[in-house]
């Protein structure tokens, strides 16, 4: 299998990327719904530590997965029905935008609140901007409004990719896989 995308299929670079941040987002939702829950204790400050910590790589990781995707070309797509195409790549570029907005929100929220984080408790997080209450609750409600809209969107692309495997019996998830 080729490092580098092909007309027909995915590399493994960009299969790696998608696996590795689908996987890390599906941990970071109910791990931030567990952080929040849990009353004020040393575990709490504990799964905000991971939280944060995991939330930064994913904003790592799809930098560079921008970065590859731009200097790499992209596979065919499986269809050439224009509504198609435009639900495909609105829904990807929402994604995309999704991926980005959510660390970025987070971040925002932790920078304002007053609680200075060392991810994996070795690097300090650097402030964004400096302590304060209203902007933390703005961006706390950002950060909120991104996992709810992300959750939506993901239910709209797992559906689709799950509609090419079982009903159009395409290859598009095939070509995603390893
Ligand atoms: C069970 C979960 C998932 C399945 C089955 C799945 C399946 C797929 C498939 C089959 C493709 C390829 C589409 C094509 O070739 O045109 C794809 C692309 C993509 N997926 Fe997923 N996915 C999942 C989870 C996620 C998650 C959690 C995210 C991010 C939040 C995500 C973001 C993307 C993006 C942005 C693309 C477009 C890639 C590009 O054009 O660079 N996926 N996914
Ligand atoms: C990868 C992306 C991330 C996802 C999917 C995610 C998801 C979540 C979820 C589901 C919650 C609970 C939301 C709620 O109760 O409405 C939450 C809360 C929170 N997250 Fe994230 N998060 C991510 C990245 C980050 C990052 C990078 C940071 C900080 C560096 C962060 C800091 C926070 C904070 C401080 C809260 C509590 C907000 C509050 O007090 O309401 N998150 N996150």
């Known amino acids: 299998m080729a490092l580098k995308n092909s007309t027909e299929s995915w590399g493994r670079l960009s299969k790696l990327f998608h696996w590795l941040t ?10 931030g719904f567990y952080a929040k829950s849990l009353g004020l204790s040393p575990l709490k400050i504990d799964v905000f530590v991971w939280h944060k910590s995991v939330g930064m790589l994913v904003l790592l990781l799809v930098v560079a997965r921008l970065l590859w995707r731009i200097k790499n070309s992209i596979p065919a797509p499986l269809t050439s029905n224009r509504l198609h195409l435009m639900l495909a790549s609105g829904v990807h570029g929402m994604l995309y935008v999704l991926m980005l907005a959510l660390p970025l929100s987070g971040w925002l929220t932790a920078s304002a609140s007053m609680f200075p984080t060392k991810l994996f408790w070795l690097i300090p997080l650097p402030a964004l901007v400096s302590p304060d209450s209203a902007t933390k609750t703005l961006a706390a409600d950002i950060h909120s409004a991104c996992v709810y809209i992300t959750i939506a969107v993901l239910l709209l692309h797992i559906s689709a990719a799950l509609w090419h495997h079982f009903v159009a019996r395409d290859s598009a998830l095939k070509r995603m896989w390893f």
């Open 22 to 31: 689908a996987a890390l987002i599906f941990i970071q939702i109910p791990l």
